[in-house]
T-cell receptor, first 115, second 114 residues
């Protein structure tokens, strides 16, 4: 079964510092991968997704992620953190195959931005 | 202009009661989902419907019964509520079966069972 592991349930960065949120996937075949963000008391919103095209994926709000098959990773980065980036971030995976496939979410990483 | 809406937003009820949560999407999508998010923010899929047909049915107590009257609506009925049912329930929708399609989430229904 597909799964993702998010290292670090809490990450704190200073405003203006680099944001790095880690995600590793478990799959014998490169899957589809997603990053979603959840602001307090809201639903999830897609930041970006990897669908077997370019390995460097750019998303909304200045975020990007790089798919690295050799490391089975899909880490999320942003060069300079803003206060508005404080939220919960979820990595998610779904198989790159046919049929009815579900999306499996990681356990989430809470990002705190310190002024 | 809300894309995916859920009602109610908050639901506080006693153990043993029966309650329903409604979801509607105006995005023209053909697939809808119910997710449960627990107190530790862990998000788990419960059900998925594609064109009103149940396509994903995870290991969920049969006290939970989804119903999709049409492609734009997916409701969740819960019988005999238990303390462990307290969570945030999210509805979502996507075009097609959601393999690589973006899922659009509603604002959530916060259920508290006393």
């Amino acid at each position: 079964a597909q799964s993702v592991t998010q290292l670090g349930s809490h990450v704190s960065v200073s405003e203006g510092a680099l944001v790095l949120l880690r995600c590793n996937y478990s799959s014998s075949v490169p899957p589809y991968l997603f990053w979603y963000v959840q602001y307090p008391n809201q639903g999830l919103q897609l930041l970006l997704k990897y669908t077997s095209a370019a390995t460097l994926v750019k998303g909304i709000n200045g975020f990007e992620a790089e798919f690295k098959k050799s490391e089975t990773s899909f880490h999320l980065t942003k060069p300079s953190a803003h206060m508005s980036d404080a939220a919960e971030y979820f990595c998610a995976v779904t198989p790159n195959s046919g049929g009815y496939q579900k999306v499996t979410f990681g356990t989430g990483t809470k990002l705190q931005v310190i002024p | 202009d809300t894309a995916v809406s859920q009602t109610p937003k908050y639901l506080v009820t006693q153990m043993g009661n029966d309650k329903s949560i409604k979801c509607e999407q105006n995005l023209g999508h053909d697939t809808m989902y119910w997710y449960k998010q627990d107190s530790k923010k862990f998000l788990k899929i419960m059900f998925s419907y594609n064109n009103k047909e149940l396509i994903i049915n995870e290991t969920v107590p049969n006290r939970f019964s989804p119903k999709s009257p049409d492609k734009a609506h997916l409701n969740l009925h819960i019988n005999s509520l238990e303390l462990g049912d307290s969570a945030v329930y999210f509805c979502a929708s996507s075009q097609s079966r959601g393999q690589y399609e973006t899922q659009y989430f509603g604002p959530g229904t916060r259920l508290l069972v006393l």
